[in-house]
């Protein structure tokens, strides 16, 4: 089985930045993509950005210029950097890693708990 835990989040003043970092542990082989997703109040979850392992990131057209994803493979962390944060970046953010985990045909998908991420006007 594979986890993830995230950390990084808080209570920001609109134009401040945070670093959320997301490691996953377990019995991995390799890690296909990590992506951060994001869950404003009384919306749905989308993506917000994605790095896979071999590839070009993927940025969400609301948060490119302000987000960057990035990875330490090494150590299966995925981060994303967020600056000049908004009051509409407000909500809870999940990392999502798509991992090839020991004794498993194929790669599966594992969400962290989510990480509360609130900016004051």
């Known amino acids: 089985q594979v986890q993830l835990v995230e950390s990084g989040g808080g209570l920001v003043q609109a134009g401040g930045s945070l670093r959320l970092s997301c490691t996953a542990s377990g019995n991995i082989v390799s890690i296909v993509t990590m992506a951060w997703y994001r869950q404003a109040p009384g919306k749905q979850r989308e993506l917000a950005a994605e790095?896979?392992?071999?590839?070009?990131?993927n940025y969400a057209d609301s948060v490119k210029g302000r987000f960057t994803i990035s990875s330490d493979n090494a150590k299966n962390t995925v981060f994303l950097q967020i600056n000049n944060l908004k009051p509409e970046d407000t909500g809870v953010y999940y990392c999502?890693?798509?991992?090839?985990?020991?004794?498993?045909?194929?790669?599966?998908?594992?969400w962290g708990q989510g990480t509360q991420v609130t900016v004051s006007s």
């Open positions: 999502k890693q798509k991992v090839q985990s020991a004794g498993r045909l194929w790669p599966a998908e594992y």
């Open positions: 790095i896979p392992r071999a590839g070009s990131t």
